[in-house]
Each structure stands twice: as C-alpha cells, then as structure tokens.
C-alpha cells in the first residue's frame, strides 16, 4: 500500500517532535569540537601552534565518535521504542504506511537529527581554526573526519535498530543490543587469551583470527579501528569492513523490522531461531572462559580436574541464565535438557581441541616463500657456548650464527638465522622435535 502521508512535509512535522535530541546533540557536538578544539589550541607550546587544522582533526575523532555513539542510540530508541508495547505496535503498523517505507522515514528522520547539529558544529569549529591560524588543508580534513563520523553512526545506528527489532522486550532488548556491540570484541579477546594460555608458541600478539573477529564483528570496534588505524596503509582495509559490516546491518536490520511478528511482542525474541543461535555463540565461550580460570586457580596437581569442573559449571550455569532470559521463568532453567546435552559435547569437543591442538597451531610452520627468516631463544644455553652456539636436535645439532644480545626484561640471547633450505629444514625438523617431546610430555602428564 502506497500513502501520501510519506513526504517532506511528514518528516518536517514529525522532527519538531525531537526537538530535544537536537538540543542534546547541539550539546553534545559543541562539547566534543569547538570546546575541545579550543582547549587544545589554548596550550601555548610550540608544538601545538605549529598545528594543521588535520591534526587538530585527529585529537577531535574520539570525542566526535562518542556523541556519535550517543546519537546513534538515542535516535533508534527514539524511534523503534514502541516495538515493546502492543497497543502502540497495533496503532502504528495500522496506519496506511508500509513497513518498509515506515522504517526508512525513521532511519532518514534519524539521519538528519544527527547530520544537522553535526555541521553546524563542524563549521563553527572550522572557522575558530581560521581564526587561529590553523587553517591548512581546512576542507580535506573536515571532510575526511565527517566521512568517517557519518560511517561510524551509520553502522551504530543499524546496528541498535538490529538489536531492537529482533528482541520482544526491554530486557532482551538491552541484552541484545550488548551483544551486537560487545559480543565481537569480547569474543576476540577470549580467543586472544585461551591462545596464548593452551598455545605454546603464541607470542602474546592479538593477531590472526583473534584480531579480526574483535575489530570486524562489531560497530563499536570497526568504529574504534576508524580512529586507530587512519593514515596507515591498511586502513583501506577497515574502510572496506566497515562499509560490508554497515550492509549487512542495514539488511538485516530492514529484514528484521519489515517481517517482525507482532504477536511475538512481549517474549524474549520475536524470532524463535535466534535462541539456540545465542545459545551457542555464549555458552561455548563462557564455558571455555570459566574452565580455564578453574584451571588458573585449582591445584598444580589436580589442574585438569578443576579444568573439568569448570566446563561442566560454566556450561551449566549459563544455558540456566539464557533460558530463564528466554522464558521470563525461573522454572525453565532446565528446560530442554537434549539443547543441553548438545552444548555440552561443543563444549567438550573445543575443550579438547584446545588441549591437543587438533587444529595444528603449534605445528603449522609458513611456507618457505613466506618466511624471511627465523628467531630462535637461546636462553637456555651455557655462557660457554655463547661464542658457537648449537641447537641440538635428535639427530644431530646445528650451529647458529648472528648472535644479539638484548639488554633488560625477559629477553635472554636470541638469533637472527636468517633464512634458506638448509635452515628451513632445521627449522621442521626442530619443531617437529619439540612437538613430539610435548605430545610425550602430555601423555605421561595423562597417565599421572
């Protein structure tokens, strides 16, 4: 059904019902730009007077990105609030409107409460730069910076209305609106820390996949990546995540909206697959958090048991909480025991992946074409064999060259081998040592 009442004149009427969001945001954006541009150009070194208006761009970023973050929840609250009342869903959704064409209004009323207070500001902080002499490369950087706070509130804005329309109440809504922000950084931290506590050869780097679930999962974080890695090379590489994370938030977002179930109102999610979707993706990751701290804390000599119990109550406790989140029952805690079972073999399966690194971290070595060359600790290695050092290997030892020495910290002797097939083969065939001693080492560990 096609209405009139979608027009310029409809969402003129509808914005001076939002006069206050303005208001804050006018607030919010003169704290966040010529307040603070004028703070930083107030500190009369000088380094600070010899300033682009770019570099005063890049210290205004973060105070920028979080009234964006503000408007962004503030603006889908404002305008998908009524999601969680029956009588107003009944009431808006019979008017002559389509969803689709309903959602879009809210999502452009939204857009212009953000866009407005945000120029303005922007160009009364541009002229205090003139003003001051400051004005170098003025409409580059001004630009460059809006592009970057329009991406950020696009993506926190999709995202809040994602977590608004799957959920069927303020709880849920809450909660999901937590997940959608946070799940993808606190999910990178977790593998970041089960790597470097069961993966011997992980350096403490949060890299690989650890990495790029904390940065490209979530709108908080890609956001966060738009300030961290502006003027690096691959910065390219966020622009183009977070243009992909903003699709799929907005599809997912309009998708969820235009087919909500609106009598599902007032349970947990108005769609029964998310709970078991969500059931997985915290239970497994909890249970593994909350089996490691166990272990962390047990005694030496009854660590795995402590491990176990840690999985089993972290398993446990959780699918209890989700469950009584989804029912809105306390006496649904045990509720769908098979649910349970299966996530307690998930989570006995990554336990054990885990343990026995079954997906090959510690073994996996680089191609050669890969490898510009090798480092290897050799702290462990007499003062008199400092002038030839050896690795010995089980069939034979090897002598390495380049010695350097690194003063303070942990840092014993280390060298730079270099790299070519000779010490590419030293280098499989060491590791291959080390992995079978640790594979014995475990073995006789499981015996005990």
Not at 39 to 47: A, C, H, K, R
Not at 238 to 257: R, W
Not at 320 to 329: E, P, S
Request: one cysteine or more; aromatic letters at 12%.
């Amino acid at each position: 059904m096609k209405s009139k009442t979608f027009s310029g004149r409809s969402l003129r009427s509808s914005l001076k019902g939002s006069t206050w969001i303005l208001v804050l945001l006018l607030l919010g954006f003169m704290v966040a730009f010529p307040v603070a541009e004028l703070m930083l150009i107030g500190n009369q070194t000088d380094e600070i007077h010899r300033m682009t208006f770019a570099m005063i761009c890049s210290y205004l970023i973060v105070p920028g990105f979080l009234v964006t973050m503000l408007a962004a929840v503030v603006n889908a609250l404002n305008e998908f609030w009524y999601l969680f009342s029956r009588d107003k869903i009944d009431f808006y959704h019979s008017l002559p409107v389509t969803r689709s064409r309903f959602f879009w209004e809210k999502a452009i009323r939204g857009l212009v409460l953000y866009l407005v207070p945000y120029v303005i500001m922007e160009l009364i902080t541009m002229a205090i730069a003139v003003s001051k002499g400051h004005g170098s490369h003025l409409i580059t950087a001004a630009g460059k910076m809006f592009l970057e706070h329009l991406l950020m509130y696009l993506l926190l804005y999709f995202g809040a209305v994602l977590a608004l329309a799957i959920a069927g109440n303020i709880l849920a809504g809450i909660l999901s609106l937590c997940c959608v922000y946070l799940y993808g950084p606190v999910l990178g931290i977790l593998l970041w820390v089960l790597e470097m506590m069961y993966f011997r050869t992980n350096m403490g780097l949060k890299e690989g996949m650890a990495e790029k679930i904390s940065v490209f999962l979530s709108p908080v974080s890609i956001s966060a990546a738009l300030r961290t890695y502006s003027g690096q090379k691959n910065f390219w590489i966020i622009i183009v995540g977070g243009i992909l994370l903003l699709i799929v938030l907005a599809v997912c977002a309009y998708l969820a909206y235009t087919k909500r179930p609106a009598e599902k109102t007032g349970k947990s999610f108005v769609y029964g697959f998310l709970e078991p979707i969500l059931l997985f993706m915290v239970v497994i990751p909890a249970a593994l958090a909350i089996g490691t701290m166990f272990a962390l804390i047990g005694p030496e000599e009854n660590r795995t048991g402590w491990w176990i119990f840690g999985l089993v109550l972290g398993t446990v406790v959780f699918y209890g909480i989700l469950q009584v989140i989804f029912a809105m029952d306390f006496r649904k805690m045990a509720a769908h025991k098979l649910q349970l079972l299966l996530l307690g073999i998930c989570v006995a399966v990554s336990a054990w992946i885990l343990h026995t690194d079954a997906i090959g971290y510690d073994t996996r070595i680089p191609t050669m074409a890969k490898t510009e060359g090798i480092s290897l600790n050799l702290e462990w290695i007499g003062t008199e064999s400092v002038n030839e050092p050896q690795m010995e290997v089980s069939s034979g030892s090897y002598k390495l060259d380049r010695l350097f020495y690194f003063m303070g910290g942990n840092y014993g002797r280390w060298t730079d081998a270099g790299m070519s097939d000779k010490i590419y083969e030293v280098l499989k065939e060491i590791a291959s040592y080390q992995n079978s001693k640790e594979l014995q080492r475990n073995r006789n560990r499981s015996s005990v």
